[in-house]
T-cell receptor, first 117, second 114 residues
């Protein structure tokens, strides 16, 4: 069974702090993703990575950066936390599409609820 | 610009009856659609998917229907059970190589009443 582990369930940080959210998956998946979930907005993609040291911007990358130094680990970094980054952050992973185009679903971690005061 | 829309924020259904959750999309480049279920304090879990070459996919009590001309999909749960109470997210994947980028709807909170 795929396991995606996010290091913290709850975090409280102050405005201007640098914040690191860590995510580890144990299924040797190529792809990893960071989403944030907000009421009425669903899940929005921040960044994703399809290989070690590779990263791509999602729909709302502003104010965030990511790091993928090892295949199993994908970190989300808030360079200078702001109150509008208070949210639930969800990490996910998936394997690459099969050659015939079969796509595999995302497997999510349990989320990190970040509050910025 | 919301490319995947779930227009009903909440739905209440009696136990044993059918639950129907709806989802509309605007991007004709989407070719793969999924439903996820989310309990409080947990991450979303994959429920069922459908490729654009099909119009129906069934898995036990869950059936997903796709109407490409209307750009509409729906999830049917029958019979509904109390454990089905959760937030349901519709998601769609565009035709791209490599990593799949899913676009999610806003979610519908389903409550099953005993």
């Amino acid at each position: 069974d795929v396991k995606v582990t996010q290091s913290s369930r709850y975090l409280v940080k102050r405005t201007g702090e640098k914040v690191f959210l860590e995510c580890v998956q144990d299924m040797d998946h190529e792809n990893m993703f960071w989403y944030r979930q907000d009421p009425g907005l669903g899940l929005r993609l921040i960044y994703f990575s399809y290989d070690v040291k590779m990263k791509e911007k999602g729909d709302i990358p502003e104010g965030y950066s990511v790091s993928r130094e090892k295949k199993e680990r994908f970190s989300l970094i808030l360079e200078s936390a702001s109150t509008n980054q208070t949210s639930m952050y969800l990490c996910a992973s998936s394997s690459s599409p099969h050659r015939q185009g079969k796509k595999s679903p995302l497997h999510f971690g349990n989320g990190t609820r970040l509050t910025v005061t | 610009d919301q490319q995947v829309k779930q227009n009903s924020p909440s739905l209440s259904v009696q136990e044993g009856r059918i639950s129907i959750l709806n989802c509309d999309y605007t991007n004709s480049m989407f070719d793969y659609f999924l439903w996820y279920k989310k309990y409080p304090a947990e991450g979303p879990t994959f429920l069922i998917s459908i490729s654009s070459i099909k119009d129906k996919n069934e898995d036990g009590r869950f059936t997903v229907f796709l109407n490409k001309s209307a750009k509409h999909l729906s999830l049917h749960i029958v019979p509904s059970q109390p454990g089905d109470s959760a937030v349901y997210f519709c998601a769609a994947s565009p035709i791209i190589q490599g990593a799949q980028k899913l676009v999610f709807g806003q979610g519908t909170r389903l409550t099953i009443n005993p």
